[in-house]
C-alpha cells in the first residue's frame, strides 16, 4: 500500500488552488472596456514615446499619463492604413482574410462582411452593453455598420473618412454640379432603435473643427449611462484626429508652435482626457479597461492646405500606405489599474491581437472555423510573464506579402522605394521593386531608418523568414482569401 505524505498532499493541494485563483484572474473577468483608436498619429507625436509631445511645441499630458499609468507598448504593429488595421482590430485576423486590405475609397466595393466575427460581437455574447462612436471606415453598407456587427447602438458616426470633407470644394473647381457634390457629401451618422443608422448632419470642413468634442461628449455620455448598470460595458472610440485636414476646434486654434497639425493633437489629447475624465467621474477606474492605440502610421508631408508639416514616425522611417517600420509601428497603450501593471515594454505586441486577449480575459472561445492571427496577450498584460505571445508579424500591400517582422529584423520580399519627383513621401506614393530574387534585410534595432540592406551578410535570417511565410502559406490551403480587390490590376 503506498502511503500518502501529508505534507506533500497539502502541498500539492495548495499549489491546485494556487493555480485556480489565477485561472480565476484571468477568466472570468468582465471589466468594462474603453478601447480608443486615433487617426494617422505616427510614433514620434506623442511625449511619452520620446521625441513628440512638449518637444515638438504641442504637448500631450493626458496621453503622457496615460502611458505612466499602464503599459506603454513601445512596439506595437498596425496595419498600413484606415480601413486595414481596423478590420484587424475588429476581426483579431490579417486584413487579406476579409477583403479589405485596401484603404476603402469611393467607388471601391469593399465593406465588412456579415459573416466576420468581431471584437463586438464578443463583448455582446458576454452580456456586455456594447456602443460606439466616431469613425468606423469598414464600409457603407448595412451588413457592415458597426450596429449589424455587434454594437448596440453608433453616434457621431463617420462611416468612411475625414479625406471626403477636402472634395467639395476640389470637386466644385472640377466643374461638377452642386447636386453631385451635395449627393455625395460624407455624413454623419447615428443609430435609432432598430438599429438602422441615419444621416444627422453633413461632415464638412466647418464641423470638422468640432467633430472631435462630439465624438468625446457621446463617449463620456455613454460611459456616464452605463456605469452603473448590472452588466460591463464595451465603449469603441473612433477618433477623427489627427487625419488630415487639420481641423481644431476655435479653443485650440494657434496654441501649437507646431502650427496647424500641433493644434489638432493638443486637442486629441485633451478629448482623449475628457474621456478618461468620464471614467473616472463615474467611479469605474479600477474596473475599467483602457487600450489607447493609432491606426498606421504618420501623414508627414500632407501636400495640402497650411499643414505641410504634419505627424511623424519618430526614429523610424515610414508612412500610411506604406509597410517600412514607421508605417506599421505606432504608439499602444494598456491601463487596467491593479491588474495590468504599469510599466514600459518593447515587446512585439499586434493589432490584432485584442480579439483573442479579450477572449482569454472573458473566458470565452473565438470561431473555429477561420484563421485568426491575433496571439493571446493575456499573460503578458497582465505581468506574469515579461514575454510577449508575438515574435513575427507580416505586413501586406495589395494583398501580397510585403514585409516580415521577426524579433528584430525587417525583412522584404520587394525592396520598397520611396517616391521619387513627388513632392510628397506619404507611404501611399511609394513603390515596390523586384530585386535579384533575394529579400531586403534590416536590422531594425540597429539600422532604425532602414538605411541598409544586410541581405549578403545576415542572410541566415532568411530561414525565418521562409518558416513565417510558410505558415501563412499553410493556412490559405484551407482558408483562401476572398478575391481581394485591387486599384491598381485589372
Ligand atoms: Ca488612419
Known amino acids: 500500500m503506498v502511503k500518502t505524505n501529508p505534507v506533500r498532499l497539502a502541498t500539492a493541494l495548495l499549489a491546485m488552488v494556487g493555480t485556480l485563483c489565477v485561472a480565476q484572474l484571468e477568466a472570468g473577468d468582465r471589466p468594462n472596456v474603453v478601447l480608443m483608436l486615433s487617426d494617422n498619429l505616427g510614433y514620434g507625436d506623442i511625449g511619452a514615446y520620446g521625441s513628440g509631445g512638449d518637444i515638438r511645441g504641442m504637448p500631450t499630458p493626458n496621453l503622457d499619463q496615460l502611458a505612466s499609468d499602464g503599459l506603454m507598448l513601445t512596439q506595437f504593429f498596425v496595419e498600413p492604413g484606415c480601413t486595414p488595421s481596423r478590420a484587424g482590430l475588429m476581426t483579431g485576423r490579417y486584413s487579406v482574410r476579409s477583403g479589405l486590405n485596401s484603404i476603402i475609397v469611393a467607388g471601391t466595393p469593399l465593406t465588412l462582411q456579415d459573416e466576420e466575427f468581431t471584437v463586438a460581437e464578443l463583448f455582446k455574447e458576454h452580456g456586455y452593453t456594447t456602443g460606439m462612436v466616431g469613425k468606423w471606415h469598414l464600409g457603407q453598407e448595412a451588413q457592415s455598420w458597426p450596429t449589424n456587427q455587434g454594437f448596440d447602438e453608433y453616434r457621431v458616426g463617420i462611416l468612411e473618412t475625414t479625406d471626403g470633407t477636402l472634395y467639395p470644394e476640389s470637386m466644385r473647381r472640377s ?256 513603390y515596390r521593386v523586384e530585386g535579384m530574387g533575394y529579400p531586403a534585410v534590416y536590422n531594425i534595432a540597429r539600422d532604425p531608418r532602414e538605411q541598409m540592406n544586410q541581405v549578403g551578410t545576415e542572410a541566415w535570417v532568411i530561414a525565418s523568414y521562409m518558416k513565417i511565410i510558410g505558415a501563412y502559406q499553410a493556412s490559405l490551403e484551407e482558408h483562401p482569401n476572398p478575391p481581394g480587390f485591387s486599384l491598381t490590376e485589372f
Not at 228 to 254: I, N, R
Not at 395 to 422: C, T
Open 175 to 430: 466643374g461638377l454640379p452642386e447636386s453631385l457634390i451635395e449627393a455625395t457629401q460624407p455624413q454623419i451618422w447615428e443609430s435609432d432603435e432598430d438599429g438602422a443608422l441615419n444621416p444627422v448632419r453633413v461632415y464638412d470642413l466647418d464641423y470638422r473643427r468640432q467633430v472631435e468634442g462630439d465624438i468625446a461628449d457621446a463617449a463620456g455620455a455613454f460611459i456616464a449611462s452605463h456605469a452603473k448598470d448590472d452588466e460591463p460595458f464595451f465603449l469603441y472610440v473612433g477618433w477623427s484626429h489627427v487625419h488630415y485636414p487639420s481641423g481644431a476646434s476655435e479653443e485650440f486654434m494657434g496654441r501649437s508652435a507646431a502650427g496647424a497639425y500641433g493644434d489638432m493633437l493638443m486637442e486629441h489629447d485633451h478629448r482623449v482626457g475628457e474621456v478618461l475624465s468620464a471614467i473616472d467621474a463615474a467611479g469605474i477606474r479600477d474596473n475599467t479597461l483602457v487600450v489607447y492605440l493609432s491606426d498606421n502610421g504618420p501623414v508627414t508631408h500632407e501636400g495640402k492646405d497650411d499643414d505641410y508639416l504634419g505627424s511623424s514616425a519618430g526614429p523610424f522611417r515610414g508612412e500610411v500606405g506604406g509597410v517600412l517600420e514607421g508605417a506599421l509601428r505606432v504608439p499602444g497603450m494598456v491601463r487596467w489599474p491593479g491588474k495590468v501593471p504599469a510599466r514600459k515594454s518593447n515587446e512585439m505586441v499586434a493589432i490584432h491581437d485584442f480579439l483573442p486577449t479579450f477572449a482569454a480575459m472573458l473566458g470565452g472561445d473565438l470561431p473555429a472555423d477561420r484563421p485568426i492571427d491575433g496571439r493571446n496577450q493575456l499573460d503578458f498584460f497582465t505581468g506574469q510573464t515579461e514575454q510577449s505571445a508575438r515574435e513575427d508579424y507580416l505586413a501586406f500591400l495589395d494583398g501580397e506579402v510585403s514585409a516580415v517582422r521577426w524579433r528584430h529584423w525587417r525583412i522584404y520580399p520587394k525592396q520598397i522605394m520611396s517616391s521619387a519627383g513627388n513632392p510628397s513621401a506619404l507611404g501611399v506614393y511609394g
